[in-house]
Nanobody, 118 residues
Framework: QVQLVESGGGLVQPGGSLRLSCAASGSIFSPNAMGWYRQAPGKERELVATITSRGSTNYADSVKVRFTIARGNAKNTVNLQMNSLRPEDTAVYYC????????????WGQGTQVTVSS
């Protein structure tokens, strides 16, 4: 069973930076894509950024330029560097991994809280 373990959330002041990391384990296959989604209180979960196994990236318009998604040095890991954070970035951030070795299966992490506040 694939497991996603997230780390790096916390409290930061507006304008500050945070780095989220996610590691996928439990499969002999590598994910076709990994990414980050977020959900603020009272809102639906939304895409933040994704990266495919070939390195193609996709960002929500609200985070372009400020956030950068990249593969980690370890296998099946992904990082999200978040700069110039704003209060509206406050949310629970979820790691996502898509495996396609047996159909298309989505896996989710348990989420990590990011709070941007002075």
């Amino acid at each position: 069973q694939v497991q996603l373990v997230e780390s790096g959330g916390g409290l930061v002041q507006p304008g500050g930076s945070l780095r989220l990391s996610c590691a996928a384990s439990g499969s002999i296959f590598s994910p076709n894509a990994m990414g980050w989604y977020r959900q603020a209180p009272g809102k639906e979960r939304e895409l933040v950024a994704t990266i495919t196994s070939r390195g193609s990236t996709n960002y929500a318009d609200s985070v372009k330029v400020r956030f950068t998604i990249a593969r980690g040095n370890a296998k099946n890991t992904v990082n999200l560097q978040m700069n110039s954070l704003r209060p509206e970035d406050t949310a629970v951030y979820y790691c996502n991994a898509i495996y396609t070795n047996a159909g298309t299966v989505n896996y989710w992490g348990q989420g990590t809280q990011v709070t941007v506040s002075s």
